[in-house]
T-cell receptor
């Protein structure tokens, strides 16, 4: 298995633009997580899905953030409109029912200028 | 509120010496505890976990951790450090049954040649 795949690896965008981050979880995993990493706040859980259904989105910072999981092999995190304070590394992770550890993608480094 | 704490932002150790990265937890019930490592510009990689059973847990790359209920600690250890162990280490917990990892702030481990 190729592991959790995230795209793009790097994204530079202008303030006000829409940004879409993509994630392909490990096949067979039924949990998917989106985390954000910053120096100030560390690793924050934004939202997680179980069997493609959003379970807890209390970590999503604002209505500008939205996430979808249309099927078991794909998820998106969208920021619209983006702001400079959204600059961070965004990680997607997945885990399976029989395993308790999460497997992380390599992250998307987002810079909003 | 439930949490894990990593009291040291940075740990310095000489190559060949034993290393310890500290983690304490404040989690109700029977916590699941984890250690992850993050190398520069990479996602987090799972090292080891404590779910139940033997308090001494062995993981990847020669690391181990001891679950200590009386001291509410789960310190990461390695008998002999390598320069290649230099990375950011995260302690995490999941409340029993939830499988949703919540991470500490991380500790930067620097191993000097």
């Amino acid at each position: 298995d190729a592991g959790v795949i995230q795209s793009p690896r790097h994204e530079v965008t202008e303030m006000g633009q829409e940004v879409t981050l993509r994630c392909k979880p490990i096949s067979g995993h039924d949990y998917l997580f989106w985390y954000r990493q910053t120096m100030m706040r560390g690793l924050e859980l934004l939202i997680y899905f179980n069997n493609n259904v959003p379970i807890d989105d209390s970590g999503m910072p604002e209505d500008r953030f939205s996430a979808k999981m249309p099927n078991a092999s794909f998820s998106t995190l969208k920021i619209q409109p983006s702001e400079p304070r959204d600059s961070a590394v965004y990680f997607c992770a997945s885990s399976g029912r029989s395993r308790t550890e999460a497997f992380f993608g390599q992250g998307t480094r987002l810079t909003v200028v | 509120a439930q949490s894990v704490a990593q009291p040291e932002d940075q740990v310095n150790v000489a190559e060949g010496n034993p290393l310890t990265v500290k983690c304490t937890y404040s989690v109700s019930g029977n916590p699941y505890l984890f250690w992850y490592v993050q190398y520069p510009n990479r996602g987090l990689q799972f090292l080891l976990k404590y779910i139940t059973g033997d308090n001494l847990v062995k993981g990847s790359y020669g690391f181990e951790a001891e679950f200590n209920k009386s001291q509410t600690s789960f310190h990461l250890k390695k008998p002999s450090a390598l320069v290649s162990d230099s990375a950011l280490y995260f302690c995490a917990y999941a409340s029993g049954g939830s499988y949703i990892p919540t991470f500490g702030r991380g500790t930067s481990l620097i191993v000097h040649p």
